[in-house]
């Protein structure tokens, strides 16, 4: 099945426009190797998006978005040696990395240990009206790109108060374009890195650290947590400030 993937992924990558009964083909076969692919199914959305409602003989373009998608798929493909690209038996030992994350409509933060990212929202960006769940995804993102490197070959607890986006990362997928584009970073980054995420929600009450930041109440933050000796780190440039053109290319960066 793999050879067949593959060879019906390039068949694909080299057309300009196939039929909706050949994607749904593709799609189907795609779908099956997800059972041992973990995050594969991030990259079948586009897929789907583009033959739902259409009769199987109807002529569908092969975009650029199935085309990125397709590409992950014959990467995934291309290394795969018939067992689940990220056991879990890989993550079992702890203690787990926990990565704090929160958003508002000023800012965002992510913490890890004693090190915090924190970014105020641009005003240009704010004035798209992105949704909470968006601001919520991206803090996590941020987090998770910073950190990738000591998050390498780990198990991540992620803890955010904020459940639609604790069942986004669960389940590696989202009816939101732009929250679909903050998933794709996210499994790209886990497979670059071999990262098994366990979102966790809890409640706002109990998520003090990063709200205190994502709010900009610095002074109360270090009157409370002063202590731990906290280290500021910042995002790279392709990530703040962000904006709905960087959002939509943002897996080009990894």
Not at 41 to 60: C, E, G, M, Q, T
Not at 80 to 103: C, I
Not at 153 to 162: E, P, V
Not at 223 to 245: A, C, D, E, M, Y
Request: proline share 5%; net charge positive.
């Amino acid at each position: 099945k793999l050879h067949k993937a593959l060879s019906s992924i390039e068949e694909v990558l080299n057309s300009y426009s196939t039929t909706a009964r050949h994607l749904s083909q593709v799609a189907g076969l795609l779908n099956f190797i997800s059972r041992t692919v973990t995050y594969g199914h991030s990259f079948l959305r586009r897929i789907y998006d583009a033959i739902a409602n259409k009769p199987l003989s109807s002529i569908v373009r092969v975009n650029q978005g199935i085309k990125s998608d397709l590409q992950i798929w014959k990467s995934f493909l291309s290394n795969h040696s018939g067992v689940t690209l990220l056991s879990p038996s890989a993550y079992l030992k702890p203690p787990f990395p926990v990565l704090q994350t929160d958003a508002s409509f000023i800012a965002y933060a992510a913490i890890y240990n004693n090190q915090y990212i924190q970014e105020e929202w641009t005003t240009k960006f704010m004035k798209t009206h992105p949704s909470i769940c968006l601001l919520e995804l991206f803090a996590v993102c941020v987090g998770l790109y910073v950190f990738r490197h000591i998050f390498s070959h780990k198990r991540i607890i992620i803890k955010c108060d904020n459940k639609p986006v604790v069942r986004m990362l669960s389940r590696q997928t989202s009816k939101s374009k732009d929250c679909m584009c903050l998933i794709r970073m996210v499994v790209s980054l886990c497979l670059q890195f071999s990262m098994s995420l366990q979102p966790q929600w809890l409640q706002s009450s109990q998520n003090i650290q990063p709200d205190l930041l994502s709010r900009l109440k610095n002074t109360e933050f270090m009157t409370l947590f002063g202590s731990q000796n906290f280290t500021k780190v910042k995002p790279p440039v392709f990530l703040h400030p962000i904006s709905r053109r960087k959002l939509r290319s943002l897996s080009s960066h990894l």
